[in-house]
């Protein structure tokens, strides 16, 4: 070989280390990045199977507050009558009010004079009343319930429309 040929070589091994060297750099930066995108995808889905987790019992609760709203007709058609069956209803009424509260859900309490508030009540009916300020809530019909901070069902209503003109 003549001596003018190596340092070309040298230079174009040297070129291919330094290019080989960008690729392992680029290759090395790309894998990181979806390290981190993996990464962080796991982490979103482990909150969004928690949240989920949360309110799954979401539909089952709805469908049993028909009973409940029965239970609490039962109740108030028999206020005062204190025979075993009543006190049974009620016993049974207040066992599935604690089971839900384990399970996260709570009732929409509603007192006559509270302020319609359109995100926890429907409002089903209107009328007067002398005492009760428009807008304002005479009494509930329908218990509402929440399951955490979610709302499954408002609280049905009735709402003063203010005196009687």
């Known amino acids: 070989m003549q001596p003018e040929q190596q340092p070309i070589v040298i230079d174009d091994i040297a070129a291919k280390l330094a290019e080989v060297e960008r690729q392992r750099d680029e290759y090395l ?3 990181k990045e979806k390290q981190a995108e993996f990464e962080n995808y796991q982490k979103r889905a482990a909150k969004e199977r928690a949240e989920e987790m949360k309110y799954f019992n ?3 609760v709805g469908d049993l507050l028909p009973a409940l709203d029965n239970l609490d007709r039962a109740l108030a058609a028999a206020a005062g009558d204190t025979s075993p069956l009543m006190q049974g209803v009620a016993g049974t009424q ?3 009010l604690d089971i839900l509260q384990r399970h996260g859900v709570a009732r ?6 509270t302020v319609l508030n359109p995100n926890e009540h429907e409002a089903v009916a209107q ?12 009494q509930a019909c329908a ?3 929440r399951i955490h901070e979610r ?13 009687a003109t």
């Open 29 to 31: 930066a790309m894998a």
């Open 58 to 60: 979401r539909a089952l």
């Open 94 to 96: 207040k066992q599935l």
């Open 108 to 113: 929409i309490e509603v007192a006559p004079g």
């Open 127 to 138: 009328q007067p009343h002398a005492e009760i300020p428009a807008g304002s809530v005479i």
């Open 143 to 145: 218990a509402g319930y």
């Open 151 to 163: 709302i499954i069902r408002p609280a049905a209503v009735l709402v003063s429309s203010g005196p």
